[in-house]
């Protein structure tokens, strides 16, 4: 059994602009990685100049913005699931190739900062490229071959059950994975080559061991692509060279959710900037990630959305300083990333403000549909009636009536998609939203 908690200064960052859809939470020297629905993070404190200790991150309740820092026994570390389980590299098994091995932190109660740290891999070299984890448990992560010129390899552990700390081991491949869906699927670029494309591997069955890799392409550079999230739909986000010579971010659509086969579109060419990256990749295909502002390389946090580049500060006031990046986010919209104040780097959690102009928001993109031909009866009046009342409740502190009229809201949208008055990708988007406000306001 393992615990060592280390209690940091997490305290809410006065707002300083009405305007602001954020809250900004300073974690210290906790830089997160990835992030749960619990609001959980995974992440990694600094150890002198090149080194550092993996941690995570638990609030003192779910969504909360105070939490506390438990270490673990390695060096860096992976994702964290739903249940709290988190996958990382240990520095106990570090050897003479100064590679760790693949372990798996799984708490005793689901989200709970005690539990046990159990090697996963049986023996193998992880290579710094992962372990990425899912939902029931499976981690994927590449493996150091120790025959000179043979291609390193990738595996996927699955669990005998979800959440269990005893499983099997599969060889999937050759590339180094970044990411993985609860589908199974995993996203990397191919190993030994010279020229790095992004790759999906998906499952013949979910979650199973055998499947096939497929080419994601680029947007038309030299062929550099590179891979960073997956939802669980199968979108993927990432950075591609393009004809015009720069880094933009990508997004890749499945033909069908979790298809092996789709097509990449680029999402960051509204920027007229230097170059984009995208990092992170919600359910409802919104990006998340950094643009550069100028050619040393100083980036600024980014939403790639409806086909447009924003710039995540003009959405949350930092004082003497800025978001520089996004690492991830989860299904309550809450944004894990870096900041920057007086030229000093913190780790930070952003928390939307659940304030009635999100509602106004959704209701926006129901004008929005009706105004490009959405056949809404009424043109769309059930739903406004329905976010105004939304509107209503939350500004008069009725969240709880909030909630319900935001879940009726979310049942008119599924009839719409039924009857064919919205499309399934339409509707998902206003459901989505909706979720993500819902979230917000319930304790």
Not at 180 to 195: A, L, P
Not at 400 to 405: D, I, M, N, P, Q
């Amino acid at each position: 059994m393992y615990r060592s908690s280390l209690a940091l200064a997490c305290l809410a960052i006065a707002v300083t602009a009405s305007a602001d859809k954020y809250t900004l939470t300073d974690l210290g020297t906790f830089y997160p990685n990835r992030i749960n629905d619990y609001d959980q993070m995974s992440g990694d404190i600094p150890v002198g100049t090149f080194d550092s200790q993996a941690a995570f991150w638990t609030p003192s309740s779910r969504n909360a913005a105070v939490g506390s820092v438990t270490t673990l026994p390695g060096d860096w570390v992976g994702g964290i699931n739903d249940f709290g389980q988190v996958a990382f590299r240990s520095r106990a098994f570090v050897d003479a190739h100064n590679l760790g091995h693949a372990l798996i932190f799984t708490p005793l109660a689901a989200n709970g900062t005690i539990g046990n740290s159990v090697e996963v891999a049986g023996g193998q070299e992880v290579d710094i490229t992962g372990p990425a984890i899912n939902a029931m448990g499976q981690i994927s992560f590449e493996a150091l071959s120790l025959i000179i010129g043979e291609s390193n390899n990738t595996y996927i552990w699955t669990p005998d059950s979800p959440h269990a700390s005893t499983g099997s081991l599969s060889q999937i491949n050759t590339f180094e994975p970044q990411a993985m869906n609860d589908f199974g699927q995993v996203i990397g670029n191919e190993d030994d080559t010279t020229i790095y494309t992004a790759k999906l591997w998906t499952p013949a069955s979910a979650n199973g061991p055998t499947g096939t890799l497929t080419d994601l392409g680029n947007l038309g550079g030299t062929g550099y692509s590179f891979p960073l999230d997956i939802n669980n739909r199968g979108q993927v986000t990432g950075l591609s060279y393009t004809a015009d010579h720069f880094w933009s971010t990508f997004r890749w659509d499945p033909a069908s959710p979790n298809a092996a086969t789709g097509a990449m579109v680029n999402i960051g060419s509204e920027s007229t900037t230097y170059q984009t990256f995208g990092k992170s990749i919600d359910e409802s295909g919104v990006a998340y990630g950094a643009y550069e502002i100028d050619p040393s390389g100083n980036y600024r946090a980014t939403i790639f959305k409806d086909g447009h580049v924003i710039d995540l500060n003009s959405l949350v006031t930092v004082s003497n300083g800025y978001i520089s990046d996004v690492r991830d986010t989860n299904a309550a919209g809450e944004i894990a990333c870096v900041f920057f104040v007086n030229g000093v780097s913190h780790g930070g959690l952003l928390t939307p403000r659940a304030t009635a102009d999100q509602v106004v928001d959704i209701r926006h993109l129901v004008e929005h549909l009706v105004q490009i031909g959405a056949l809404l009866p009424a043109n769309g009046q059930s739903l406004y009636a329905k976010l105004d009342a939304a509107t209503a409740k939350i500004k008069s502190g009725d969240l709880a009536g909030a909630v319900t009229s935001l879940q009726s809201f979310i049942s008119q949208v599924n009839t719409f998609i039924k009857t064919g008055k919205l499309t399934t990708a339409q509707g998902q988007v206003l459901i989505d939203d909706a979720k993500a406000i819902i979230a917000q306001l319930t304790p």
